[in-house]
């Protein structure tokens, strides 16, 4: 991503290529989807014809336009993220390269460390807005990209957990207990072991998992594979948080364990480490999310709907609440309809409901919003029925279709 610092005066929208028109102006580089470093359009560069309709074809499905009335949301930006998640996205990338090559993990351990704990100081200093974060995660979906996202996820999550991790590592000191440097660690690194299964299984993922039983198998000791290569190196906490990231609550995830409790059975419920629990949501949100084959990228709220309705046994319920609003269905910038036919700006996410957020209704000129900031949570209040002019039921049904697999 673009270091370039987004002034205080510029306020954004965040427009689908649909949406777009010509005249509009960028309040932010667009970076090339498949080419996370590669700047397709610079800050300031006003909209052409011939731009908008190639921007679809290079997998471009979303922008930020100036757009007056949007002071509120100058504080849901932080691009001064960019330099510490690429620091993120090149130690990844570095090591993965290097692991393919070699039989043991060439894996810089104090590099990682170091990279989380400047990600964890930024977050916590500037970071923790809905509105980069669901533009960061538009880099792409290699392996790469996966990791650091979710990495930065899982450090988001955990920021806002921080009560919930304390309680749940009640052994420890209140002071260690809330650190999760380990989390970030484990994040990044949570998918290394498939650099040790044949190239024709690497791209299967939990969504998406072989067909074939000898193959599902096989893609299944990928977690113990990662543990078995980052052990040695790793601080216990992260090493088995790779373990045990596709343990689910209800018992029903992989690979079978050893413990006081059960033998060569999958964990559950609080067995499973809190660090696997918030690394099992990161990695289902983004892999959810992640354009796959043909399919563009899905947005926050159909890959909330597809989590509470498939995958509500795998979660655990607090992590999850804290995802609707560390990814929040209605991310503030987006344009929407309400059900009483007014077009508004969601302006902010509701920390007591993330679906009936605060919006702005657009003025009559279409082009800048109103002074009136209405809560969707009042009494009487309307509801929203599209997201940049997409029917809910549209996006619903989307889920429905079947996915391209990808080779």
């Known amino acids: ?4 610092k ?3 005066s510029v306020f954004v929208l965040i427009v689908s290529i649909e949406e777009a028109e010509p005249g509009m102006v960028l309040a932010s580089p667009v970076m090339n989807p498949q080419l996370p470093d590669q700047v397709l359009l610079n800050r300031g560069y006003v909209l052409e014809d011939a731009t908008l309709r190639r921007l679809p074809e290079l997998g471009v499905d979303h922008i930020l336009v100036d757009y007056p009335g949007l002071e509120d949301l100058d504080r849901h930006l932080s691009v001064q993220l960019s330099p510490e998640r690429r620091k993120i996205f090149d130690q990844i990338k570095s090591t993965i390269k290097t692991t393919e090559k070699n039989t ?9 460390y170091s990279a989380t704990r400047d990600m964890i100081t930024t977050l916590l200093s500037q970071g923790q807005h809905p509105v980069f974060l669901d533009l960061m995660s538009r880099m792409g979906n290699g392996a790469v990209e996966h990791a650091t996202s979710v990495a930065h996820l899982s450090l988001l999550l955990g920021i806002k957990l921080e009560t919930y991790i304390i309680e749940q590592r009640s052994r420890l000191p209140p002071s260690h207990a809330k ?9 990044m690194l949570h998918d290394m072991g498939k650099c ?6 690497q791209n299967f993922d939990g969504v998406h998992p072989p067909d074939d039983a000898a193959q599902r198998e096989e893609w299944e000791t990928h977690p113990r594979l990662g543990y078995d290569m980052l052990r040695s190196g790793l601080e216990a906490t992260g090493a088995a948080a ?47 999310t992640a354009p796959r084959g043909k399919q563009k990228r899905r947005s926050n709220y159909q890959a909330l709907h597809a989590m509470k309705s498939r995958y509500a046994g795998w979660m655990d319920p607090r992590v999850f609440g804290a995802l609707e609003l560390v990814a929040p269905p209605f991310v503030p910038g987006t344009r929407v309809t309400l059900s009483d036919g007014t077009l508004a700006v969601v302006i902010e996410v509701d920390p007591k409901d993330a679906y009936r957020p605060k919006v702005s209704p657009v003025a009559q000129d279409g082009k800048s919003l109103d002074a009136v900031r209405i809560s969707l949570r009042q009494s009487g209040a309307p509801t929203i029925t599209s997201i940049s ?18 080779s």
Request: hydrophobic share 40%.
């Open 1 to 4: 991503m673009s270091d370039e």
């Open 242 to 288: 790779v373990l045990q990231h596709h343990q689910h609550i209800d018992g029903s995830g992989f690979p079978l364990m050893n413990t006081r409790m059960t033998t060569n059975q999958p964990l559950h419920g609080e067995q499973v480490h809190i660090f696997s629990r918030i690394l099992l949501v990161a990695d289902l949100y983004d892999r959810l």
């Open 104 to 112: 043991r993990p060439e894996v810089s351990y104090k590099d990682y």
């Open 179 to 187: 650190e999760i440097v380990n989390l970030g660690v484990a994040g």
């Open 6 to 8: 987004i002034e205080a």
């Open 389 to 406: 002019g997409v029917p809910l039921e549209k996006l619903l049904a989307e889920l429905e279709e079947p996915v391209e697999a990808v």
């Open 196 to 201: 040790k299964l044949p190239p024709e299984l």
